[in-house]
């Protein structure tokens, strides 16, 4: 039996197992609620507002800024996902099914990285659409959508890969999310705010700081640029993800 | 067929598993036996992959474990019941082990049917008792029909008609040719379902014989004779044979049987009103077996000294 086959059987098994249970459907639907209604609110904000969205804008560029939002859930989703099996047990049956693990790495993280990645793009592009429904004018070009979708992508699975990684090396829920919130939502603005260079220096090459950047444009450092933000955010997902799989494949499956 | 072959475990300082070998045959089902803290379900987890063994080698008809493409048609396991998602239903339980093997959904179905779960299998497992998830459990193990069956303590919380059912199984697949190790902690159950036994102590090899062989060598025949002239047959057997008063007016021997005993009686004109060898259980053959190997001794209720008063 090929490698491929194993890969893709692992694969469907990790599909069903994110979504038969309760916790990623109110977690994506959350979600949902959350970047849509941004969306909506956006919508009808700048439709009241007499001075409008700057007249080179699209509906994209305003559903950007739902972007965050829908980060939030990916990571949430992700950590919660890849971790369940550690904080319940589950890891016993889920070994004893796929017990090569790096199928089961590449299959957990890719279902899961691919999974809430189109989640949190479809989210986007939901808002944008919603955005545009009440500021027709602004227009959807297709150019525009596919450029800010695909950056937003990037951003997305490099978080999700941080939170895959993060939960395989934790094996906790509670600690992934709180850790992975500390990295991306709380370290990076409470670090800049402090009178050293060091820790503003810091700050940027936080993994929130970098995902801030991409969406809104802005960092803690001037030095940031589109291409450092993206390869630093890469960094970490990838180097969580290693050590997320060196810990699932070293070690004893739930010692 | 499972082969284990210097299986070593260690956690640290503490040698869990140490240096085990041996073989786990076809066609019968063989008992795992050991006080708490042996090393069964460690000796079983590093059998299915789940725990690297420090040394040593655990084979599934000549394949490591992890080598197996389809594990769940060659291998089913119940290790730990309450190992499962609490909040998913059992049969996505079920259903994330068929399509991770590339097992039919309708298997699903027929493993909840054979187990007994019926309408219970939609519920979330939160829901369920100890004895319904040992059930859910077993259906996995079962899901790719497998050859080789791991149970570790399948009768756990299963009400009666559940531990004649988990009987039945076991008997009926190693009769069917199939390979089956199941551990458990009640000695009756394993006299009552196993040809052979392993038996553990502070994780090294104790005994590995087929259970009559166990019943009738390993844990010594005894013999119990009342008489009202109990001490003065303690004396004339104290150096022939160990003795033990169980009770006042009798004895226990072990080293001679009942005719030499009786006859003895006979040429010392003692008065004898019960001669009869003692059934030999499990229990008495794994307690022998394993007096020095428990880690854990609880007090006893109720001391017993030979001639002590209580």
Known sequence: ?255 | MISMRGLTKDYGDVRAVDDLTFDVEAGKVTGFLGPNGAGKSTTMRMVMGLDRPSAGSATVNGKRYVEIAAPLCEVGALLDAGAMHPGRSGRSHLRIGARSNGIPLSRVDEVIEQVGLGAAARRRVKGYSLGMRQRLGIAAALLGDPQVLLFDEPVNGLDLDGVRWIRALLRGFADEGRTVLVSSHLMSEIQLIADRVVIIGRGRLIADADIDEVLSGLGGRRVRVRTPQDDDLHRALADRAAVVRTTPGELEVTGLGAPEIGDLAQALGLAIHHLADVEQSLEHAYLSLTEDSVDYHGRSAEPMMDGAAR
């Open chain 1, 1 to 255: 039996m090929s490698a491929t086959t194993v890969l893709a059987r692992s694969a469907r098994a990790e599909w069903t197992r994110i979504w038969s249970v309760r916790s990623s459907w109110i977690l994506a639907v959350v979600t949902a609620v959350a970047v849509v209604g941004l969306g909506t609110i956006i919508g009808i904000d700048s439709s009241d507002d007499p001075s409008g969205p700057p007249p080179d804008a699209s509906a994209w560029d305003g559903g950007q800024l739902t972007g965050m939002f829908a980060l939030f859930g990916i990571l949430a989703l992700s950590v919660v996902t890849s971790a369940a099996d550690h904080g319940t047990g589950a890891i016993v049956p889920t070994l004893q099914w796929t017990p090569r693990r790096g199928v089961l790495l590449a299959a957990r993280a890719g279902v899961v990285v691919a999974t809430t990645t189109l989640l949190g793009v479809l989210l986007v592009a939901a808002a944008s659409v919603v955005i545009w429904a009440f500021l027709p004018h602004l227009g959807l070009p297709v150019g525009d959508g596919a450029e800010i979708l695909g950056g937003l992508a990037l951003v997305y699975a490099c978080g999700a890969l941080l939170a895959v990684g993060l939960a395989l090396v934790l094996r906790s829920t509670a600690g992934g999310l709180v850790t992975v919130i500390a990295l991306v939502l709380v370290l990076p603005p409470l670090m800049a705010q402090l009178p050293y260079e060091w820790a503003v220096t810091l700050s940027s090459l936080m993994p929130g700081s970098s995902a801030l950047f991409l969406i809104f444009g802005e960092g803690p450092s001037d030095d940031m640029t589109t291409t450092s933000a993206r390869l630093t955010l890469a960094a970490w997902g990838v180097t969580a993800l290693l050590a997320g799989g060196w810990r699932l494949m070293r070690t004893d499956a739930n010692r």
